[in-house]
């Protein structure tokens, strides 16, 4: 039996910091859109208070989550111990996204001083709070980080405006036909 709790305490952050991995889902209104998960690994999460969160999107080949949060908010956030005593953290809740060029995201970018740019921010506010005992996850050891993503992100041959221009065009919108990266006024396609 899963056991709730009221806000993130001490412990529960210190959990959720030890992860090198946790995974987003999400998923559209419809009945037949699909729903998606999503692995997320580097520093990409920060707790902003013991009812939010705060985790970074680099990138990837495709937009749902952004469509879905847009769409709906609704999300989760699951952790797994790979390592010692099993257990898996599951955080429920609403969230808004603020993408690259709009206002605000540079402030959101200061919680990840370790990356340079991204394609979105998330805030999740969290509104259930449950782990259960995981003892079906196996344990894992942690070799390192992938640094494809990072490299492809922060690559520094490509105009802000060219990267810009990248997401404009590949993650206009996600596979069900959702919006996804959105052009902000002001902003045309060069």
């Known amino acids: 039996m899963a056991k709730v709790f009221e806000q993130l305490?001490?412990?529960l952050i210190s959990f959720i910091n030890a992860q090198k991995v946790f995974f987003v889902g999400s998923?559209?209104?419809?009945?037949?859109?699909?729903?998606?998960?999503?692995?997320?690994?580097?520093?990409?999460?920060?707790?902003i208070d013991p009812l939010t969160v705060a985790w970074i999107d680099l990138g990837g080949s495709?937009?749902?989550?952004?469509?879905?949060?847009?769409?709906?908010?609704?999300?989760?956030?699951?952790?797994?111990a790979f390592e010692g005593p099993a257990n898996i953290l599951r955080l429920y809740g609403?969230?808004?996204?603020?993408?690259?060029?709009e206002a605000g995201f540079g402030d959101l970018l200061a919680l990840f001083p370790a990356h340079k740019r991204a394609r979105n921010i998330f805030v999740?506010?969290?509104?259930?709070i449950a782990d259960a005992c995981g003892w079906g996850v196996p344990f894992f050891d942690f070799v390192?980080?992938?640094?494809?993503?990072?490299?492809?992100?922060?690559?520094?041959?490509?105009s802000a405006d060219d990267w810009a221009e990248r997401y404009h065009d590949r993650n206009a919108t996600s596979i069900d036909g959702l919006p996804g990266i959105s052009r902000q006024p002001g902003t045309k396609k060069s």
Do not use: W
């Open 9 to 11: 305490d001490d412990r």
């Open 27 to 47: 998923a559209p209104l419809a009945a037949e859109g699909h729903v998606n998960l999503s692995p997320k690994g580097y520093d990409s999460l920060a707790v």
């Open 62 to 80: 495709g937009i749902e989550t952004l469509a879905h949060t847009r769409e709906n908010g609704r999300m989760t956030l699951m952790f797994c």
């Open 94 to 101: 609403t969230a808004k996204v603020t993408q690259f060029d």
């Open 124 to 128: 999740l506010k969290i509104d259930r």
């Open 144 to 158: 390192s980080e992938r640094d494809q993503l990072r490299r492809y992100t922060d690559r520094e041959d490509r």
